[in-house]
């Protein structure tokens, strides 16, 4: 079975950075999307930025312009890179990898991201 694992999160001041990482334990195939999601609590999830396998972007409106999303296909790897964090972006973190198989969809366990002085 396909696992994504998660890492980077923590505790950081408001305006510090933390970059996430989220790794695949094997190779998937036709993927079509990597990306970020993210929940509060109280709150439904939402998108925070996703890179498409043509490479290019898309970003919450929240998050555009502080946050970067990345990936290394030969790590089977996608990072988000975090800066001038506020306490509005605490929250759950959620790795998604999207596949060209229908109904085949790949999520990871989850970080906590808190921004808190």
């Known amino acids: 079975q396909v696992q994504l694992v998660e890492s980077g999160g923590g505790l950081v001041q408001p305006g510090g950075s933390l970059r996430l990482s989220c790794a695949a334990s094997?190779?998937?195939?036709?993927?079509?999307?990597m990306g970020w999601y993210r929940q509060a609590p109280g709150k439904q999830r939402e998108l925070v930025a996703v890179i498409w396998s043509g490479g290019s972007t898309n970003y919450g409106s929240s998050v555009k312009g502080r946050f970067t999303i990345s990936r290394d296909n030969a790590k089977n790897t996608v990072y988000l890179q975090m800066n001038s964090l506020n306490v509005e972006d605490t929250a759950v973190y959620y790795c998604?990898?999207?596949?060209?198989?229908?109904?085949?969809?790949?999520w990871g366990q989850g970080t906590q991201v808190t921004v808190s002085s």
């Open positions: 094997k190779i998937i195939f036709s993927i079509t999307s």
């Open positions: 998604k990898v999207g596949t060209a198989l229908r109904g085949t969809e790949y």
